[in-house]
């Protein structure tokens, strides 16, 4: 007999769910933290490191996910270096996500006014106070909805982890609907969980998008 | 009189890429000296006093400020912008500092004396250009020529020994035109050595000790206001100055 869609099963998927928001988590944070050093290494001034910086954006860009992905996971393991399915796509999603968060900080770095780094040159600031105290602040406040809008794609995208066994929201939906024979309820489970996770971020998102447009319309 | 020199230009020369912005350009600006620049849109102005502080580099020729052989080493380029102030067309400020923090923050990161002791020299030349009361503001709360009068506080915190404005008041209102000059012609009673890139004639022939007229990224001619104004040598001064007073 089939079993049917119940507190088991639930608690499976909320199983997922925890292991999607890990995921979420831990590609986000790392991915912020190398995405400002490419954005710092993409803006720096030096000719040599730019470009370098450009070609690892566009790298990442510009192929697709699933790729990296799969990279990652046999890639490595040809090599010898046997991962675990989650350190493997949480390297896989950093990496990427470092490359996005990269870009879209080098655009909000640019889009700080010149003369803000000027007036901070002029009077005796060195690079590191003049992006710690002047360009960052500024550049993360235009940069935000954008983040927070790749943020909402980074928690939707983790579903492709499931293509190296990894078990996420999306696949633990699967699984469910497999057992229960029931798509329908086990899905449409499966993505209010998505939607609460991620519509007070879009929401929030373009709170802030609104409030920068109106800022600088003053 | 030699240790009374505190900018030496010697044959400045500068590319911005194939386009030469200045030609030859020679200055000595002595302790105390009160100097106008001016000169027709593109002839250098801008670019001459942003060579001072670095802003730009230098392709030939030599900078000396107070003493100090301007080249290339972030040494040179410290001890340089430590000694030189500067005010520019669009003020500059930081958006996200109340006016208080923008004039503390290079005095505690670049001169790294304590935040109470900057916070009291910040609040004393915040007095001076008449805005202390304005000090836990947002400079987007403020006129535009209270913002540039707040610049001007900002970069007199770091107590340059020269300050350079890039045409100060071009940005402003005329109603708040008057504020800031009376602010820079304060300055210039203290004695501060100042270069002003203006078309304000008012102000140049009441502070200026000279008058420069910059033309094609060359330095034309030069004298005291009253000499310059009254009787200009070339035909090239005698026509920018008829624009100029056409339009006032
Ligand atoms: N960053 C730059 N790159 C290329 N050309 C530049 C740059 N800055 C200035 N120039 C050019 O150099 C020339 C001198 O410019 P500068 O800004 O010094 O003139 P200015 O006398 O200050 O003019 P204005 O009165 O319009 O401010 C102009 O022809 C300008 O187009
Ligand atoms: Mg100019």
């Not at chain 1, 909320?14 to 954005?39: D, H, K, N, P």
């Not at chain 1, 790749?150 to 929201?169: D, M, R």
């Not at chain 2, 970069?155 to 005329?174: G, I, N, Y």
């Not at chain 2, 990224?217 to 001064?237: C, K, L």
């Amino acid at each position: 007999m089939t079993p049917h869609f119940g507190l088991p099963e639930f608690g499976f998927l909320l199983r997922g769910l925890q292991w999607t928001v890990l995921l979420t988590l831990v590609a986000f944070v790392g991915g912020c933290t190398a995405g400002l050093a490419v954005a710092l290494l993409r803006t720096c001034g030096h000719k040599g490191v730019e470009w370098i910086t450009r070609i690892y954006i566009g790298i990442f860009q510009g192929t697709p996910l699933l790729l990296q992905l799969f990279v990652v996971y046999y890639g490595l393991a040809l090599t010898g270096l046997k991962l675990d399915a989650f350190v493997a796509v949480a390297i896989g999603f950093t990496v990427n996500a470092s490359a996005f968060l990269g870009e879209i900080w080098r655009g909000a770095i640019q889009a700080v006014p010149r003369g803000q780094t000027e007036a901070a040159m002029a009077l005796g600031l060195h690079y590191s106070s003049r992006m710690r105290d002047i360009v960052l602040p500024q550049a993360i406040r235009i940069s935000l909805p954008a983040t927070i809008g790749y943020l909402v794609q980074l928690i939707k995208g983790t579903s492709l982890a499931a293509i190296v066994g990894f078990i996420e929201l999306a696949r633990a939906g699967q699984i469910v609907s497999n057992q229960t024979f029931q798509p329908l309820l086990v899905f449409g489970v499966v993505g209010a969980m998505y939607f609460i996770l991620c519509w007070p971020l879009s929401w929030w998102g373009s709170r802030m998008e609104a409030r920068l447009a109106l800022a600088s319309q003053r | 009189m030699q240790d009374n020199i505190l900018i030496e230009m010697k044959g400045v020369q500068k590319w911005y890429g194939g386009y030469q912005a200045l030609r030859d350009v020679d200055l000595i600006v002595r302790k105390g000296e009160k100097i106008v620049l001016c000169g027709p849109s593109g002839s250098g102005k801008s670019t001459l006093i942003r060579c001072i502080n670095r802003l730009e580099a230098i392709q030939q020729g030599s900078i000396v400020v107070n003493g100090h052989r301007l080249d290339d080493s972030i040494k040179a380029i410290d001890v340089v912008r430590q000694d030189v102030g500067m005010v520019f067309q669009s003020f500059n400020l930081f958006p996200h500092m109340t006016v208080l923090q923008n004039c503390t923050l290079a005095p505690i990161r670049a001169r790294r004396i304590s935040k109470s002791e900057a916070e009291a020299t910040a609040r004393k030349y915040l007095e001076r250009v008449h805005i202390g009361d304005q000090a836990e503001k947002y400079p987007a709360q403020l006129s535009g020529g209270q913002q540039q009068r707040v610049a001007i506080a900002r970069a007199l915190c770091m107590q340059p020994k020269v300050m350079l404005f890039d045409e100060p008041t071009s940005a402003l209102d005329p109603e708040m035109v008057k504020e800031v000059l009376d602010t820079m012609i304060g300055l210039a009673n203290d004695g501060m050595t100042m270069i002003c890139v203006t078309h304000e004639m008012g102000f140049a022939r009441q502070v200026a000790d000279r008058v420069i007229f910059m033309a094609e990224g060359q330095i034309i001619e030069e004298g005291a206001p009253d000499a310059f104004f009254r009787n200009p040598q070339h035909a090239r001064t005698r026509q920018f100055l008829g624009e100029i007073l056409a339009h006032h």
